[in-house]
C-alpha cells in the first residue's frame, strides 16, 4: 500500500448526544483533517471537530439529494489519496442502514486504508431514552431491525415472518404516513392491540415520544425527524413521564460539556489504530 495515502475512518456518531460519542470517534474527531458528515449528525457533535479541519454536509434526507453515493465515494478516496485523514462521520452506527457497504467497496476499489469505528445506533439510543427494553424474558425473544422506506410492496412478506413471534420490530425511517406503515403492519399479521412508540429525535434535548397500537397508529402526530418506529408488547413499557421530564442538557451548557470532554484528550493524540 502506497505509505503516502490517508486513511478514511468510517465513525458512528450515535443518536445525538454528545455524551454517547465513544472516546476512539472523539478522538478522530479531533485530528480529522477532513469530517464528511450526514444531515442528522447534531451541530454540538460536529463542534468537536478540529478548528482546522475542512467539513463537509454530505447528507441525503428525506428522499432529497444534496449529493450522490458516487461523489461521496469520489469526495473520500481523492481526499485519502492525497494524503490527508478523512472521518465519514455517519449519525447511529455506520454498519446499520449507512450505506458503509458502498462506501466500503468504494476505499477497497481505490486501495485506500480504511478502519470502521462503531457508535450506538437509533434503536439502542431510542428505547433507552424512552424507557423500552428492546427484549424481554416473557414477551420478546427476538429483536428485528428494519427501514420504513422500501424499493417495493415485497417486504411486507418479511414483516409477517414476525407478526405472530415473540418479537420486538423496529422501523427505521417510518416516514410520516403512518396510516400506510399501519396497513403493512396489519397486511402482515400483528394484531391491532399491538403497541407502538414512535421516538422523535432521541438523546437529544428535543425528544419526544408518542405511544398507541398498530389500530390507532395511522392518528399518530408527525414528529420532528429523525423518527424512529417500535412495534411489539414490549412499548408498552415506554416511560411517558420520563419522555416528558427527560433532563435537557440545553444548548449553551451542551456545548461546553463538548469543549471540555474534548479538552481533556490530548489535542495532539494519534488517532487510535
Known sequence: MNVNKGKVYLVGAGPGDPELLTVKALRLLRTADVVLHDDLVTPEILQLTSPTAEVQNVGKRCGRKA???????FLMVTHAASGRQVVRLKSGDPLIFGRAGEEIEALRQADIEYEIVPGITAALGAAAAAAIPLTHRRMSSTLVLTAGHRASDADDS????????AST?????????YAEIAGRL???????ETPCAIISQATTD???LHVSTVADLHL???????TLLVVGEVAQFADRDLAKSLPALGRESETAFALRLAESLSPSAEPWA
Open 169 to 177: 420490530l423496529v422501523v427505521y425511517m417510518p416516514g410520516s404516513n
Open 220 to 226: 399518530s402526530p408527525r414528529l420532528p425527524s429523525p
Open 67 to 73: 449529493i450522490r453515493q458516487e461523489e461521496i465515494n
Open 158 to 165: 418479511d414483516w409477517s415472518r414476525f407478526a405472530s413471534a
Open 186 to 192: 396489519k397486511a402482515s399479521g400483528f394484531a391491532a
Open 206 to 208: 428535543r425528544h419526544q
